[in-house]
């Protein structure tokens, strides 16, 4: 890194859950329910052949 500064694997762990609590919550607000099953478009599914 540029300015030498380094995360350890577990702080980094500790900031991926974070981040991914902060978007499940305001996903959440936004829709007022819980998926587990991504939001997405026709366009973005694969289909199995």
Do not use: H, Y
């Given at each position: 890194m540029?300015?030498?500064y380094k995360l350890h694997a577990d702080l980094v762990g500790a900031k991926n859950i974070a981040l991914r609590t902060l978007l499940l919550r305001q996903d959440f607000e936004r829709t007022g329910?819980?998926?587990t099953v991504p939001d997405v478009s026709q366009d973005e599914t694969k289909t199995l052949d």
């Open positions: 540029a300015c030498g329910r819980l998926s």
